[in-house]
């Protein structure tokens, strides 16, 4: 789907509004799948006050610490184990392997699909470990031997831009029933945050909330962007996230931090950080290339002017990492701001984006630049970022119009 020449802001292709039912999809693995899904309990062996409940188990004994374990022939290699807490106020969980044993990578209490990752030796058992005052709810349990996927080349889309992307502190909370991981999504964080297990640089499973370049807590539009352009990927490759946008970050100005020409403080640096992350990833499995940037950016930039000075700084930008890239065709997604923002700029800032669309018509139009409207209706209270909902339609959109272009 392209503009005509001359179009506005009111012909991007918003493509609709479009909801996905909840119900996560739990990954196959080494457990069978009713005792992942914890409907049947059979082979779970519970202690330390964990109560099987219908498709749970909860902490509901807070004089010890609990366990919950399930034997399997778990194979040497990379095993990651995914299990999705809920209602936790107080304590930490943690995954373990036994047989030898394993120490959990990490705990947490957040509420969230969290995925441990193991370089397994060979063992028999998958387990939870809680600490006494954990008073949450485990919903599922899986053990997924991540071995060959690890292996596989990737398909990389880079996300970066600001908070609309990064969705640090905004557009909470995440549902682990909407912000799941599928095997082949992946993705490179550029923070590391113990809660959710990630590592700076590490590769990691694509469940919200993706952590970028500071602690994430909110969902961004780059995990239903993913998940979406999976389902259209050939067996053999992975979808790897680089994930490098941070709220509050500038494109325009000598420091500007998106600026790759800038010199000035901390201008450029943002830039060359993504340069460097995408440039890993391309290098951590042969064949493994960058197939599209997922931006969305611009508020940090608002003025009376952006309209005449954002297009060349966003195309100077987008040259130089084509060329630092070595690919000179990178398809652009072009996530649009908020259309309910009520900035006085707004108006503005909508048009100038919707026009480098490379079917705009417009002078300003850019090559291989695809700009997707977001549907109104998704503000949040603070009156900048979206609802969770909104950042996931709005991915799911980006994703659409990857594939309608035929990158795919």
């Known amino acids: 789907m392209r503009f005509g020449p001359g179009l506005g802001i009111a012909a991007a292709p918003a493509l609709g509004r479009r909801r996905v039912p909840a119900g996560r999809v739990v ?14 309990h059979a082979g779970w ?37 995914a299990y999705t807490v809920t209602g936790a106020t107080a304590g930490t969980i943690g995954a373990q392997l036994g047989g030898p044993y394993r120490a959990s990578p990490f705990v947490g209490k957040a509420e969230a699909q969290h995925v441990a990752r193991f370089s397994s030796v060979g063992h028999t058992r998958v387990r939870l470990n809680a600490t006494a005052t954990f008073d949450g709810t485990v919903e599922d349990v899986q053990a997924v031997d991540m071995t060959d996927l690890l292996a596989q080349p990737s398909d990389i889309y ?76 050939p ?13 509050g970050t500038r494109l325009i100005g000598d420091d ?31 064949g493994s290339r960058v197939c599209g940037l997922i931006w969305g950016q611009g508020e940090s930039d608002r003025s009376s002017t952006m309209d005449a000075v954002y297009p060349p700084a966003f195309q ?18 072009l996530l649009g701001p908020m259309p309910d923002d009520l900035s006085v700029h707004q108006p503005r800032f909508l048009q100038m984006q919707a026009r480098l669309d490379q079917g705009s018509g417009h002078a300003t139009a850019t090559a291989g630049v695809h700009y997707v ?21 709005a991915g799911r959109l980006g994703a659409e119009r990857f594939i309608a272009e035929g990158y795919l």
């Open 27 to 40: 990954p196959s693995g080494l457990i069978p799948d009713p005792q992942a899904r914890l409907d049947d």
């Open 256 to 286: 500007a931090e998106w600026n790759p020409n800038a010199t000035v403080g901390a201008g450029g640096t943002l830039y060359q950080r993504m340069v460097q992350m995408a440039q890993a990833a391309v290098a951590r499995t042969p």
């Open 45 to 81: 062996m519970l202690d330390g006050g964990f109560t099987a409940l219908p498709g749970a188990i909860a902490k509901t004994d807070f004089a010890a610490a609990g366990t919950a374990g399930y034997d399997a022939a778990v194979p040497a290699g990379d095993l990651w184990v």
């Open 158 to 233: 880079i996300a970066a831009g600001q908070s609309l992307i990064a969705a640090e502190s905004k557009s909470t909370p995440v549902d682990p029933a909407r912000d799941f991981w599928v095997p082949r999504c992946l993705y490179v964080p550029g923070y590391t945050n113990t809660a959710y297990g990630s590592v700076d640089g590490a590769v990691a499973a694509s469940a919200g909330p993706l952590q970028m370049l500071q602690a994430s807590q909110g969902v961004s539009p780059a995990l239903s962007f993913a998940r979406r352009i999976e389902q259209a990927t």
């Open 373 to 393: 409207a977001r549907p109104s209706g998704f503000m949040s209270d603070d009156g900048t970022h979206p609802e969770p909902e909104g950042n996931r339609v």
């Open 316 to 333: 100077a930008m987008l040259s130089a990492l084509r060329t630092d890239l070595a690919e000179p065709s990178l398809p652009v997604i």
């Open 235 to 247: 067996p053999g490759r992975t979808v790897l996230t680089v994930a490098c946008a941070k709220g």
